[in-house]
């Protein structure tokens, strides 16, 4: 379950799926960024299928996989002018898909006619970058959205294009939120939606200490992570937190693994399973019972496909300077300081992980902040920097690309599992 293929054709591109906020701090949506994608660059050698949909059923949940949608948000995803006229947006999910466009100065009548064309059937459209320029107002009349990158701009400058975006009856997105700051100002501006890596940034509280809930958490790790555990006593502690075994028991009985019999305990998996799986899954679920704000749910989601995109892509690599293992801890826990607004050398103390784990989660170990390094690059679209770390760990690009989907696949199974009837 969860393997690559050896098929050449089904080979992965690399993508980075950034989120978008709302005012009320839920994920409304996700900016799908895909590297070297054809329907995204100048190249007029394009396909207007896209490689991971199925434009043959256009039933919503049969995109669930696909890396730009997850549950009911929305997936903003680029697309160049020639692939628009060759209507490779069509092979997205209507209702759900908003296509991103340059702000392009006098757009010729065939390009207007066929963002009519997407409009009429249900797509929205967004221009990225957006500069209010001259030349471009045809585009401005019939978007949906604009994305106005906030850095380096004057506020009088930004409040010039909110005005222009408001005269169209435009929701405005501001991007480039890199910290706290910036996204404050944004909602102080009244922008609408949020994108940027301003909720991986913590707001550390010195001193703070662990709720009696998280360290309940925590003792679970302890029981997990010393050998092989005492499977009775670790079914008694879990059983005692009804909401991980509720979340456990409801992915491994969902349709990513269709056993023929229902598994009704964490004993049960384990004899069916395996211990050495289902302590992935289980470490997953005490995690994510570890972050019930909403806020941190997206850390919580990409906590996860971190852990399981460094075990793959080790695996796959052949990567020997860590212990497959090791890397998936390192992914999971990579996340700690936002999530629970601790110092990150503060959250080791208290997690039972190696030393070199530890060093690697506070960036003193330098060849695991390399695997840390990977993940951010991947996550702000960093294609040059993402090859040099790729090279700097020996790691195989295609199994890393490959890894970094089937990795998004595995977290999609997991918090999606029981959403979908």
Known sequence: MFTATNDPDDRRLLFSKQPVFGRNRKVWGHDLIVRDAPWSRGSANTTPVLPFTKPQNREPKQYAFMPGHVGDTKVMIPFAEHAVLKKAPQSLPDGYTIVEVHEVEAPVKEYLW?????????????????????????????????????????????????????????????????????????????FSYFQGAFFKRPDVVENRRLTANEATKIELFNLIEHGTPDFSRLAEAISMDASISYRLLLFLNSAAFSFPV?????????????WEQVK???????????????????LMRLAAQRSNFFKLSAVRSGYRADPP?????????????????????????NLPLSD??????????????????????IETADWPAVDKVVEYLHLNGEAVANSYYDAHVVMHSFFGAGSES
């Open 325 to 349: 293992d090791r890397l998936f801890l390192l992914g999971l826990f990579s996340l700690m300081e936002p999530m629970l607004g601790i110092p990150m050398k503060d959250v080791v103390e």
């Open 262 to 274: 229902e598994i009704t305990s964490i004993n049960h998996a384990v004899v069916i399973l395996g």
């Open 356 to 377: 070199d784990l530890k060093q690697g989660l506070t960036r003193e170990n330098k060849r695991l902040a390399l695997w840390l390094e990977l993940a951010q690059r």
């Open 280 to 298: 992935d899954w289980l470490r997953m679920a005490i995690l994510n019972d570890l972050a019930p704000k909403e806020e941190s749910k997206e």
């Open 114 to 190: 066929a963002l009519d064309n997407l409009k009429k059937s249900y797509y929205q459209l967004a221009i990225e970058n957006f500069e209010n320029r001259p030349g471009s107002e045809a585009l401005l009349e019939r978007a949906d959205f604009v994305k106005i990158k906030l850095p380096g701009k004057t506020p009088r400058a930004i409040m010039a294009l909110l005005e222009a975006a408001r005269d169209k009856k435009c929701m405005a997105i501001a991007t480039g939120l890199e910290n706290k700051k910036l996204f404050e100002a944004a909602q102080s501006l009244g």
